[in-house]
């Protein structure tokens, strides 16, 4: 988590593959990256992290790496859920996730309710982006989030990340860090708004 002394917003990023280095996780890193340049804090739960949680199962004990999610969310002023497109739609790695935030449903915060959401799509190749886009909006609009307004829907055939955490094609690095200016810009302004209330 990045910080400093000074309490702020914080972003959770939710997404990856169970492959090591995946471009879906590299884009999100890369948004959450550009989020903190904009004054927010940010927790990643990658690929590694979703992948060591069991199937969700209401109702049962819950283990160290599903409480650390759920109670992260808790705290978040703001997410950015970041899936590979799969037959045309979210994983099941990362919709098992999603699922693991019913155990919020009797919080004082509902879901998400009133948290912005950042959306990114990969895919290898278009057709499966927009329609994995449409299925995350509709997700967050059913656990009471806001969707932000831009969504980015990578062509992972056309677009490889290096390394060093950056990307070839400098449209996608526009679209990541549209994504991760949007959740802060929200964040901090609803955390300001909760303060002040």
């Avoid at 955490?165 to 990541?176: E, K, S, T, W």
Wanted: proline share 4%; hydrophobic share 40%.
């Amino acid at each position: 988590m990045n910080g400093n002394n000074a309490r702020r917003p914080l972003v959770v990023g939710i997404g990856g593959t169970t492959l090591g280095g995946s471009s879906t996780q590299r884009a999100l890193e890369m948004a959450l990256r550009s989020a903190a340049e904009h004054g927010v804090d940010t927790k990643l739960f990658g690929g590694e992290d979703l992948a060591a949680l069991p199937l969700y199962t209401p109702g049962v004990d819950r283990m160290e790496g599903e409480t650390a999610l759920v109670d992260t969310v808790r705290q978040a002023s703001g997410i950015i859920i970041a899936s590979p497109g799969y037959h045309g739609s979210i994983s099941g790695l990362v919709k098992n996730a999603i699922d693991l935030l019913e155990e919020t449903a009797r919080d004082d915060r509902v879901y998400l309710t009133d948290v912005p959401v950042g959306v990114i799509a990969t895919a290898y190749g278009w057709q499966a982006t927009g329609s994995t886009v449409a299925a995350l909006r509709s997700i967050i609009h059913s656990l009471r989030g806001w969707p932000t307004p831009f969504a980015a829907a990578i062509n992972s055939a056309q677009c490889k990340f290096d390394a060093e955490g950056g990307c070839a094609d400098p449209a996608v690095a526009d679209q990541l860090a549209m994504v991760g200016r949007q959740v802060a810009a929200a964040a901090i302004r609803d955390y300001r708004e909760q303060a002040t209330a």
